[in-house]
């Protein structure tokens, strides 16, 4: 009896163990969905391990990094946050035709760095098109990195921080045909000879693909024809409807026209996971307001949380683009995308921690 008792009260702990680490990461899966791109294209911007420390500050613990900068790599170490790391498009040709390459590019700027840094994709290339002279390469530089972080990692623990890292590539939303409404879009015939092989491999791996979603440039490109509320999340329910759907935001239309595409390719069990989005300030039209970036981008990170019409209540993984102006970019509108300036103050109130 006292024995059984004593097991009886083992096993509540446990059970109280398993819930609570359900419950964390449960809470992990729906509050920490929020990464912010942090590009360097500026020659005012603070130095990597001020940046690194500002992001602890705010509590943003996800990173998109366009390439593997070794300053940027070094902050990173021992810090709580997750790498989404960038292989430059201009790497595509040598790190595809050379295993060698790619297993040097794996070892230098991941595996040397692995027993500290939380790697979580590999991003191969960034929004490349088919008229991109690289663009035969992408494919093939995936298969080559996969093969090196499956071949090289030696430790076991090492190994199983590797084995967690997803390769995967960016595209821009102009991979999407044009039609209407979501649910009838489907990717661009003239992008299939390099995407179908990418979406098999992303399948096979159960690895998401990236998707920079901008209802912004979806705005000024269209103009007279878009709501700005429906771009801000601000418009009311069931502006558009796509039976027996509708949506009230150019966001959530932007997401599941993306679903219905994957579907259509025979690719539905793909998660996307938003790699660039945002608002920018100055430099284009009456829209580039820092009050609309304030709603805008308050907005999605409220919206994320609660997934789209079409994957109801699956938080979407979202990369806020980003961090810091950045005067190096052309044109104007192009500077002015940041949540903070290069003193490293927001520009506008952002609450990243819903
Ligand atoms: C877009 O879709 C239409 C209808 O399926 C098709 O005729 C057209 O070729 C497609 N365009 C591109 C660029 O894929």
Not at 41 to 66: C, K, S, T
Request: proline fraction near 8%.
């Amino acid at each position: 009896m006292a024995s059984n008792q004593a097991n009886h009260h083992h096993a509540n702990i446990s059970t109280t163990l398993l819930l609570f680490s359900l419950l964390l990461a449960n809470l992990d899966l729906t509050g920490a969905q929020i990464g912010v791109t942090y590009g360097m294209l500026g020659d005012n911007l603070p130095p990597p391990n001020e940046v690194v420390a500002l992001y602890n500050q705010y509590n943003i613990h996800r990173m998109r990094l366009y390439d593997p900068n070794p300053a940027v790599l070094q902050a990173l170490r021992g810090s709580n946050i997750q790498l989404m790391l960038g292989l430059p498009s201009n790497s595509l040709q040598s790190i595809a035709t050379s295993q060698d390459v790619a297993n040097a590019w794996v070892q230098n700027n991941v595996l040397n760095y692995i027993d500290s840094v939380q790697f979580r994709y590999i991003v191969v290339g960034n929004e490349v098109r088919p008229t991109d002279p690289f663009c035969p390469f992408l494919f093939p530089a995936m298969q080559n990195i996969q093969t090196a972080i499956e071949t090289k990692c030696q430790a076991a623990l090492e190994c199983s921080a590797a084995n967690r890292i997803k390769v995967t590539a960016a595209f821009g939303y102009g991979v999407m045909n044009v039609s209407y409404p979501p649910s009838q879009r489907s990717f661009r015939e003239d992008y299939g000879f390099f995407l179908n092989p990418i979406l098999g491999f992303l399948t096979k791996n159960q690895a998401p693909l990236l998707l920079n979603v901008y209802p912004y440039f979806a705005y000024v490109n269209n103009p007279g024809q878009i709501r700005l509320d429906y771009t801000l999340f601000t418009a009311p329910p069931g502006l558009i409807p796509d039976p027996p759907l509708s949506y009230s935001n150019l966001f959530d239309a932007m997401m599941d026209a993306a679903y219905s595409a994957l579907e259509r390719a025979g690719a539905g069990t793909l998660s996307v996971v938003v790699s660039e989005t945002g608002w920018t300030t100055a430099g284009g039209g009456a829209e580039t307001t820092v009050d609309n970036a304030r709603i805008y981008n308050n907005n999605l990170v409220r919206h994320v949380k609660g997934g789209t019409p079409k994957r109801p209540g699956k938080p979407i993984e979202t990369y806020i683009f980003g961090m810091f102006d950045e005067d190096q970019k052309q044109p104007e509108l192009e500077k002015h995308w940041g949540l903070f300036s290069p003193n490293k103050q927001l520009k506008y109130p952002i609450n990243l921690n819903h």
